[in-house]
Every structure is written in structure tokens, then in C-alpha cells.
């Protein structure tokens, strides 16, 4: 059997600029292996040593370019200074893989017998970029500041039980709450920061952002940064149309850090020698989530319903390459309280339109000379963002399963600036997203039935005790057994077709020796990268 491929002009181009790409580096290697046979014919010693000082020369002027291909419909500039920030702002505390919380600004807290004080130690070495002691003065104004702009805290529900913060000598802050809360500590993972002389923020990151246009974003490394300082000199942020330009930049050696790479392309890039790759497991569901006000969705069993319509390891297969997990709910499963023991949906498409049937009643599909026309057994629309490719696809995938049992989910792509406005009016029937559910406290936000978040129309008594009894948990066996109940109650009525968790990878050039750690995002880990040796390189 013979088989063609069709290639548009786009894509025809773009794999000759690839392929000139790498016969030229290619020509590179070569006279770069003649190179090194010739240098080869020095003392051993002396070439060590001329190495040793050439490292050490460039150590002062370490510069990692990165490169940000666009692919969230959104502001270029707005998605770097998103990312940057990470590099440049900390907040008193950080959210570990498995949801317990690490030491940042702080360095360790302690929690009153009932709950309502928190009193955390600062490092005594810490500072802000301008040179001034990260106090628990500065740390309180910061704080307070960042609480009274806050209008709307539904999305950090730790911090509505907030009614004072006092400080208690140089370095330690005492927060007062009005009723106990375990979401507080992850809430906190704001950023704490001081205001310039411009009314700019002044940030405690390991870097600090010198100059930022949409077309590249400098940064500089802090060399009081309290956990030493970077190697890496300065970091230059570079924006790219495509992740296919942004790896063309690579192969050029315009970056050195490739910020994303598609799930369709990490065969291809894991096959440069001169590049690695690093993959981590992210903390954002991917879902068709339901607008549960509307019809036919109002109904608990159809949206239980749709559920066993749906073959989430084809989607993890097809559509993220198996690059991702199966999802079943909005919880973390690295969670340290996460309950494996519930094992989700079954793909069951026959019980899923025997279900749709005893409950929205039994609508015969089109036949005949009209079997390709759409299905009647049920219809809604599902809103996603245009030009967004993997949600599309994702999209598309779930489409089609539906479809196999007479449900006709229509695909309305919208401006990445009006999804938004209408997610947050809650106009429309359904809405293919990546929810956060790193913190239990973002469930929270968006289940819970008072919560200002739930765009979603979703009620359910059950599920608001459960994230009642989560919220104020005194213990670890409280708190454990309300997630417990929580999957329980989000498995019998979900308020989505919760699908996969993906991975995220990033391909980094060997000229940078990258810090990893199991389960971590390298980006996290940047300001411990160093720069390769050159007797390291000349032996690739």
C-alpha cells in the first residue's frame, strides 16, 4: 500500500529552513572536529590549563538566552513577564509538588493550639534588590499593601480569614485569622516586594529585570540573592511567533533555552545531541467544564453521564503524544492527601447513551441519506480559544467521542480576550479549560457553591462540606479525610469532563549544566545552572 503525505507550502519551507539549519551545523562539527584533532597535538596539561582560565574568564559574562515561543493567544510580552517573574519575586513560602509548602522568605513557621496564629521567622539574610534587609517591617507593608488591592479574593480563599498582620521584633510577622484556615499558607505564596522610587515593584528573586520591550526582556543576576549567587550573569528573554521558529532559533544558536516544546516535537528535538530535554508533570487539569445553570447540563446525570463517553487514554495518546496523566477530578494526584483508591470513569459509551436516554428521554439519531448530519439525542455549544492548538485538539477529540453517541458538541473558537470576558459572565454552555490544582484551595475557588469564582453555575451540598471540612482542618487526619470525601462527592456529580494532567518540557543547550531535581520544574532551578567546561564541550 502506497501512502502520501501532502505538505502545504508553510510547512514545506519550514522543514528546508530546518534542514539548511542542521547541514549547517553539521559543516560546523566538522571543521570543529578538525579543530580539535589539531589542538590535540599541545601537552594535555597545557590545554587543561588554558581551559581552567578560559572558564573562569567567562564566568563573568554567562548569558542564557531564552527562547518564548507564543502559544497562549495571549499579549507576547505579557506571557515572558509572567514567566520572569518566577525568577525575580518570591513570597514568604512555596507550594511543594506533593501541596505541603517550603521554605522561601521565611525560613520556618509555627501555628497557635487553635489555629488562628501564625507566626513566621524571616531569613536574616534575605534582601531586596535594592540593597535593603528583607525586615518584618518591609515584609508587613508589603503585605498589607498587596491585601487592600486585592478586590476580589475569591481565587485565594486563605486569605478572607486574614484580620490583622502584626510584627513581633525584626524578624518575625504574626498573621491573626478570624477562623482557622489550611489554605492560608498556600495563599501566601504571594509576592512580597517594596516599592521604588517610580512606584515600581522592587522584588528578592535571584534576578532582577533591567529592561523589558515586547521584543526581549534583560535580566541580571542578584549577587546578594540569600541562596547565593547565580553563575548565569544576565538572562535574555527572546518572544518567537511559533515553537517551530523558536527551535529553528535554537538549531541557529540564537537560544539556549528552548521555553516549550510541543508534545508533537520532542521525538525530534530529543534526537540533537547538542540539546536535553526535560519533561515535569504540571499542576493544570485540561476539561470540558459544564456551565451546570444551563440546559441540558443543569441535569447532574448527563454531565455524569457524558463522562463515560469519553476515552481519556486516547487523549492522552493522541493528543499530548502519552506525554500526561489520566484525569478523573480537579485534584492533584501528587497531592499528599489525594486518595488513589477511587478509580474514576470506566469508558463506557454504551452506558453513557443509555444513561442520556432514561434521563433527557430517547431521540433516534438521523439516519439514512442524512446520517451525516448532526445528532439529536443531545447539543450544546463548548466556547475555547482560537488559534490555541492543543486545546483545539483536545477539543476536537472529545467532539468526536461524543458524537459517537449522538451528542453534538459544537466548537465556538473566541479571541483569547473574549473567552475571558465570557468565562467570567458565565456565557456559555460549556467551556474547554486548564484549571490550577496545585492548592486545594483552588478547587475551592471554583466548586464551591458561595465562592465569587464559580463562573460555573456547579452547587452541590455535599461537595461544600467537603471543602468546608478541608478549609478547616486542625490535623492531617481531618484534612485527609475531607479530600477523600471531596473526590467522592466531585466523582457522583462532576462539574466537568476533567481529562489529563500534561507534561511541560523544555529543551536546554549542552553549553549549560542544568540542576535537576525529580519532579521539579528546571526553571525553578535556574539560578544554580552553570556554564559547561570547555574540556566538557570539546568532548561532545
Known amino acids: 500500500m502506497n501512502c502520501k503525505h501532502r505538505e502545504t507550502g508553510a510547512t514545506m519551507s519550514g522543514r528546508r529552513d530546518l534542514m539548511q539549519t542542521l547541514l549547517a551545523r553539521l559543516v560546523f562539527r566538522r571543521l570543529l572536529s578538525t579543530a580539535v584533532i589539531g589542538l590535540l597535538a599541545y601537552p594535555v596539561a597545557s590545554c587543561h590549563g588554558q581551559a581552567d582560565e578560559v572558564l573562569a574568564r567567562n564566568k563573568s559574562d554567562v548569558t542564557l538566552r531564552i527562547g518564548f515561543p507564543q502559544t497562549t493567544g495571549q499579549d507576547p510580552l505579557r506571557g515572558?513577564?509572567?514567566?520572569?517573574?518566577l525568577l525575580?519575586?518570591?513570597?514568604?513560602?512555596?507550594?511543594?509538588?506533593?501541596?505541603?509548602?517550603?521554605?522561601?522568605?521565611a525560613e520556618s513557621w509555627t501555628v497557635s493550639a487553635d489555629g488562628l496564629s501564625w507566626t513566621f521567622t524571616l531569613r536574616s539574610n534575605a534582601k531586596f534588590h535594592d540593597g535593603s534587609p528583607v525586615d518584618a517591617a518591609s515584609v508587613k507593608q508589603s503585605l498589607d499593601r498587596s491585601l487592600a488591592s486585592l478586590t476580589d479574593r475569591g481565587l485565594l480563599p486563605g486569605l478572607q480569614d486574614i484580620v490583622g498582620i502584626e510584627t513581633k521584633g525584626p524578624h518575625e510577622i504574626v498573621v491573626r485569622l478570624s477562623k482557622p484556615s489550611t489554605f492560608l499558607l498556600g495563599d501566601l505564596e504571594m509576592v512580597i516586594s517594596k516599592q521604588g522610587a517610580n512606584g515600581a515593584p522592587i522584588g528578592t528573586g535571584p534576578f532582577v529585570t533591567t529592561q523589558s520591550s515586547p521584543q526581549q526582556i534583560t535580566m541580571s543576576m542578584f549577587p546578594d540573592h540569600y541562596l547565593g549567587t547565580p553563575e548565569v550573569r544576565q538572562i535574555v528573554w527572546k518572544p518567537y511567533p511559533t515553537l517551530r521558529t523558536a527551535w529553528a532559533g535554537m538549531m541557529r544558536g540564537e537560544i539556549d533555552f528552548l521555553y516549550e516544546v510541543s508534545q508533537d516535537a520532542v521525538e525530534f528535538v530529543q534526537g540533537e545531541l547538542s540539546v536535553k530535554t526535560f519533561s515535569v508533570l504540571r499542576p493544570y487539569v485540561f476539561g470540558v467544564v459544564f456551565n451546570s445553570s444551563r440546559q441540558p447540563l443543569r441535569d447532574k446525570n448527563v454531565r455524569h453521564a457524558l463522562n463515560f463517553a469519553v476515552n481519556r487514554e486516547t487523549i492522552v495518546h493522541q493528543a499530548l503524544k502519552g506525554r500526561g496523566v489520566v484525569a478523573h477530578s480537579p485534584l492533584w494526584p501528587a497531592n499528599w492527601a489525594y486518595d488513589s483508591s477511587f478509580l474514576g470513569y470506566s469508558y463506557d459509551p454504551g452506558r453513557a447513551a443509555a444513561m442520556i436516554d432514561r434521563t433527557h428521554g430517547h431521540t433516534t439519531a438521523n439516519s439514512g441519506k442524512h446520517a451525516s448530519a448532526r445528532p439529536t439525542r443531545l447539543r450544546f455549544t463548548c466556547l475555547v480559544i482560537e488559534n490555541l492548538a492543543l486545546w483545539e485538539r483536545m477539543a476536537l477529540l472529545v467532539q468526536k467521542q461524543l458524537f459517537e453517541i449522538g451528542v453534538d458538541m459544537k466548537l465556538e473558537a473566541v479571541p483569547a480576550a473574549q473567552f475571558n470576558e465570557r468565562v467570567a459572565q458565565g456565557n456559555f454552555d460549556a467551556v474547554f479549560l486548564e484549571l490550577s490544582g496545585f492548592s486545594m484551595s483552588r478547587p475551592y475557588a471554583f466548586w464551591h457553591s458561595a465562592s465569587t469564582r464559580n463562573?460555573?453555575?456547579?452547587?452541590?451540598?455535599?461537595?461544600?462540606k467537603s471543602l468546608d471540612a478541608i478549609r478547616r482542618a486542625l490535623d492531617d487526619e481531618s484534612y485527609r479525610a475531607g479530600v477523600s470525601e471531596l473526590q467522592r462527592s466531585l466523582i457522583a456529580d462532576p462539574p466537568a469532563i476533567f481529562l489529563a494532567w500534561g507534561q511541560t518540557v523544555r529543551a536546554v543547550s549542552d553549553r549549560f549544566q542544568v540542576t535537576s531535581e525529580p519532579d521539579r520544574d528546571i526553571l525553578l532551578t535556574l539560578s544554580r545552572w552553570r556554564p559547561t567546561s570547555p574540556r566538557a564541550e570539546a568532548t561532545h
Open 80 to 85: 515572558m513577564q509572567q514567566a520572569s517573574r
Open 88 to 105: 525575580t519575586f518570591e513570597g514568604l513560602i512555596g507550594n511543594s509538588r506533593d501541596g505541603r509548602t517550603a521554605p522561601r522568605l
Open 455 to 464: 463562573w460555573f453555575g456547579y452547587q452541590n451540598s455535599d461537595v461544600d
